[in-house]
């Protein structure tokens, strides 16, 4: 008993540690934490290691023995969200007490004679865990209401579970403390008035879900958050498909910005904003064009793949980028072929492809060389698009040796190798086998003729 007894006394400070380890391991399942308390003794509980999910099997057979015999009255507090987060959140964190909003339920695991507690329960569904203590005490659920609780009778002769729903604070105004504190007030008046009719219990706390209680909070309480949250999300556009006759997918294109400046003008005219057919297009197992058809320009991205032996697979080359004006006819050619390559079963990246900052568009003609293109975040797939509206692993033009690594990497290298040249002396060093003794007589050197 002694053991559970200090397992208790500091178990909210253990859950904090243990919940800091879940957040910095960012598991991927969603979980609950589940907290059990007894007036009986509860088997003990081997430690679970830092990070462990315990699975809704374990947690039935761990419940086996603990309803296996004898007739038991289970409070099940289900608040409608829970997750690890609020007991770092509003745990009351570094000893301060009166900051918690867990303060009875504190108390309670303190006082009772045993206490349990998996930081991570596997989620499995919202019914599922009613449904197992249902199984393991053959006895149905009944919701009861906090406040009529002290006029129910209790048969302690047959097992009862009685559930106990508790709000979260997802969709009201007060504060998520306020709501979690007034559910700590629910536990502690329902406890205390099972304690004055003397009836022996096993509780449990735990969530209906997980919630997500730190972006929740700095959702609520942060405007700028909440813009800087949902700008992206509004934002994503979708990319630009072209299907071959029969309905496959064969050309993706998606970009930021296609932005386009004609000659004798400053201003850039951004494409990506507007809508563009795609009437033109064509695509073979060697070659495809996307035609993009908007307004007042027509753009042209042809592409081509073929077999390279030297590295043994096939890449594709964005060939030329071409421009042209519909009222007048102009255009304007750009090749890509330099530097827009990927293997065929790509896509290629760049977060900057333009004609002016980089080589990565060439002007192919005389008259292209007034024009400026700049296309942002632009990503282009012509081939091996099997069946799929998702681009292909993206390869990048932003190679991972740029002339600053370079620089970088060569001057550290030349730093430790004078280091170690350095040190290399340092270690040839030696004492002098021989020092002047002042008391005995003075080193001699003999001259002789
Ligand atoms: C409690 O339940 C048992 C078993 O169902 C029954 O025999 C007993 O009469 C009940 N007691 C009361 C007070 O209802
Ligand atoms: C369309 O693409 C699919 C898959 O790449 C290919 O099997 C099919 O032959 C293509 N159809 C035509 C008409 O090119
Ligand atoms: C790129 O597009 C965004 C909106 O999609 C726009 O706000 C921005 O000004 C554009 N940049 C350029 C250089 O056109
Ligand atoms: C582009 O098309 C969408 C849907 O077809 C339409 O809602 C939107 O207004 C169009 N945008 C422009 C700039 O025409
Ligand atoms: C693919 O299309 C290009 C351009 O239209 C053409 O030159 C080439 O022969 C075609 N290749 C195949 C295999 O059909
Ligand atoms: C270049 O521009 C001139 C005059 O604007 C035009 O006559 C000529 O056809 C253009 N050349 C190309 C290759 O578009
Ligand atoms: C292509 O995708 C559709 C739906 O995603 C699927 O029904 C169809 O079987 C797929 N075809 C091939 C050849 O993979
Ligand atoms: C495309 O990606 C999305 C999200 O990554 C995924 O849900 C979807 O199944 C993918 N579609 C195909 C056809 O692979």
């Known amino acids: 008993m002694a053991e559970s007894r200090n397992f208790s006394n500091g178990s909210i400070m253990a859950f904090i540690f243990f919940f800091a380890a879940f957040l910095a391991s960012g598991s991927s399942t969603a979980q609950v934490p589940f907290l059990m308390w007894s007036t009986k003794s509860l088997p003990s509980l081997t430690s679970p290691p830092a990070g462990h999910i315990t699975s809704m099997e374990e947690l039935a057979a761990y419940l086996t023995p603990v309803f296996g015999s004898g007739s038991n009255t289970v409070l099940l507090f289900l608040q409608d969200k829970l997750s690890k987060d609020d007991f770092t959140l509003f745990g009351g964190v570094f000893g301060n007490k009166q900051e918690s909003a867990f303060r009875n339920l504190e108390a309670a695991l303190q006082s009772s004679s045993s206490s349990v507690s998996f930081p991570a329960l596997e989620w499995t569904g919202e019914s599922a865990i009613p449904t197992l203590l249902q199984q393991k005490l053959g006895a149905s659920p009944l919701l009861v209401d906090p406040d009529t609780l002290s006029h129910l009778s209790l048969n302690t002769s047959t097992s009862n579970l009685l559930i106990i729903n508790l709000p979260y604070c997802s969709d009201s105004l007060k504060s998520c403390k306020e709501v979690l504190s007034n559910n700590d007030e629910i536990i502690g008046k329902v406890l205390s008035s099972l304690k004055a009719k003397d009836v022996s219990y ?16 700095s959702l609520l309480n942060q405007q700028v958050g909440r813009t800087l949250l949902q700008a992206p999300a509004a934002d994503v556009k979708a990319p630009i498909i072209f299907s071959n006759t029969t309905g496959f997918p064969c050309i993706m294109l998606w970009a930021q910005n296609l932005s386009i400046s004609p000659p004798g003008s400053t201003d850039f005219i951004d494409l990506a904003q507007e809508n563009a057919t ?47 004006v519909r009222s007048s006819g102009q255009t304007a050619s750009f090749v890509g072929s330099h530097g827009i390559y990927a293997p065929a079963e790509y896509s290629f990246h760049c977060q900057s492809v333009s004609s002016f900052r980089d080589t990565l568009l060439v ?48 001057t550290s290298l030349l730093m430790l190798l004078i280091f170690v040249y350095g040190l290399h002396m340092i270690m040839q060093l030696n004492t002098m086998d021989r020092f002047d003794d002042p008391k005995g007589p003075t080193i001699s050197v003999p001259q002789s003729d």
């Open 278 to 324: 795609v009437i033109g297009s064509m695509c073979n197992s060697t070659n495809s064009e996307l035609v993009l058809t908007y307004v007042n320009y027509i753009l042209r991205f042809a592409m081509s793949q073929r077999f390279y032996p030297v590295s043994a697979r096939n890449w594709f080359t964005l060939d030329s980028v071409q421009v042209q």
């Open 202 to 217: 096993t509780a449990a706390y735990t969530g209906l879900q997980p919630s997500q209680a730190i972006s929740k909070s």
């Open 363 to 410: 002007p192919a003609n005389q008259n292209a060389t007034q024009w400026k293109l700049n296309f942002v975040d632009f990503q282009i797939q012509g081939f091996s698009l099997a069946n799929g509206t998702n681009f292909s692993y993206a390869s990048d033009c932003a190679s991972f040796f740029t002339a600053g690594i370079w620089m970088g990497l060569v």
